[in-house]
């Protein structure tokens, strides 16, 4: 059951995700602090949504109004707005049949938990084809190796016909166009996620205009979910089998078996 403050928190996430898609359209080296500053919403306030006390209503009536008084829409279309937007950069025409569309979701996956497995499922069903691809970081000491992880990965998502997985050294933007993605996929799980995640599309966006980010939100009950958690609870030997597919529980008890 969903507690006071994270149905707060996700209402506030929808509503300032939406608006943000928006601005980061109109105006593209926006931060989002700046955005903040832009609707009129103080620092306290961005801080509020951050920790999930700021009221949804609230900041629905201060979005609406900025909308409407800047964009001359209401707010009701700004979702329907951003959807069409995305769609256009991402190259297919929304009132018919999607041209072919090829995306990359990039990541440690150190190891992949069922939260990675709920956004590869939402992209599946938008794209398609989904190539996800371990990133190599020489500056992290992962747990499994770059093949271990492309291995367990590969195991989870046999059923997946539409998915593939490899792995990468160096810029995701580069990458993408080696795969020939138009896009890249990245999740979002909270407010916090958000900030870094809207500095790294600007990037990469500088990096690669016609490279796209999408933003996809897993289902609530993962956004507690993260591969450092689980490496954390399975070297105490905690059971992780609820948050990892079993062949990942079954290497993860393998590497702590000591």
């Known amino acids: 059951m969903k507690t006071k403050v994270s149905q707060v928190l996700i209402s506030n996430i929808k509503s300032f995700r939406n608006l943000a898609m928006f601005l980061d359209e109109q105006y593209p080296k926006l931060t989002l602090k700046q955005v903040a500053s832009e609707v009129g919403m103080s620092e306290k306030s961005l801080a509020d949504i951050k920790r999930g006390k700021f009221p949804p209503k609230k900041l629905q009536n201060i979005l609406k109004s900025y909308v409407e008084r800047n964009f001359g829409f209401t707010y009701e279309q700004l979702s329907s707005e951003s ?3 995305e769609a256009k950069r991402l190259s297919f025409d929304t009132s018919t049949k999607h ?4 995306v990359i979701y990039p990541g440690t996956f150190d190891p992949v938990t069922y939260g990675h497995l709920d956004i590869i499922t939402r992209a599946v069903d938008l794209f398609d084809e989904v190539v ?3 990133a190599v970081n020489p500056t992290k000491k992962p747990l499994f190796t770059t093949e271990e992880r492309v291995k367990l990965l590969k195991d989870s998502l046999k059923e997946y016909k539409k998915v593939k997985v490899d792995s990468f050294n160096g810029l995701v933007v580069e990458h993408a166009k080696h795969v020939g993605a138009t896009g890249i996929i990245r ?4 407010i916090s996620d958000f900030e870094f995640e809207f500095q790294m599309a600007l990037m990469n966006r500088k990096l690669a205009g016609d490279i796209t980010t999408i933003f996809l939100m ?3 009950k993962y956004t507690y979910l993260n591969s450092t958690v689980i490496r954390n609870l399975a070297s105490l030997h905690a059971d992780v089998g609820d948050f990892v ?3 990942v529980h079954e290497a993860l008890k393998k590497k702590f078996q000591n």
């Open 218 to 220: 897993p289902h609530e």
């Open 83 to 85: 959807t069409r937007i």
């Open 99 to 102: 041209k072919f569309t090829k």
């Open 187 to 190: 999740g979002l799980r909270q």
């Open 245 to 247: 597919p079993p062949n």
């Open 132 to 134: 996800v691809t371990v």
